[in-house]
């Protein structure tokens, strides 16, 4: 049971964290990078997914499999029911994040920003609309482990 709460507790803070992290990042910065004439724009795109690009591949795909094994060992009722809820919650997240935000994060740094391609808002947009699903996406992991500690 110790080893239990150590895991959720720290899934928790990674939750948190993450989920902090990416909705500020689409709700408060991108509008603001968005607003931008588009040579400062992409360059400012690119470089907030070098520095994203650092963290994210590990402690997306590492929460998501520490939620996976809270949900296993979690005690039977409600907080296994959260946890639960937030594996799948990590499952959708992480699809949308490899199949949409990924390959436009790829293209978005091989841009030349002072001839971008035809059709890159397009793609800024889509991807935008997408970092909108995975912020609540990591709000459910957040709140959902919040559900389980506290109830638990």
Do not use: K
């Amino acid at each position: 049971m110790a080893g239990y709460r150590v895991l959720s507790t720290l899934v928790l803070l990674l939750s948190g964290w993450l989920a902090g992290a990416e909705s500020a990042s689409w709700a408060l910065l991108q509008p603001v990078v968005a607003r931008l004439e588009d040579t400062p724009q992409i360059r400012m795109q690119q470089g907030m997914l070098r520095t994203f690009g650092r963290v994210m591949p590990i402690l997306l795909p590492l929460t998501s499999v520490l939620i996976v094994l809270t949900a296993v060992v979690a005690p039977a009722g409600a907080p296994r029911v959260f946890w639960v809820i937030a594996a799948v919650a990590a499952a959708v997240l992480i699809a949308f994040t490899l199949t949409v935000n990924v390959p436009i994060n790829q293209r978005t740094l091989t841009w030349d920003a002072e001839h971008p391609p035809e059709g890159w808002q397009a793609d800024r947009h889509r991807w935008h609309t997408y970092q909108g699903v995975r912020a609540v996406l990591l709000a459910v992991w957040f709140l959902c482990a919040v559900g389980a500690v506290t109830l638990d």
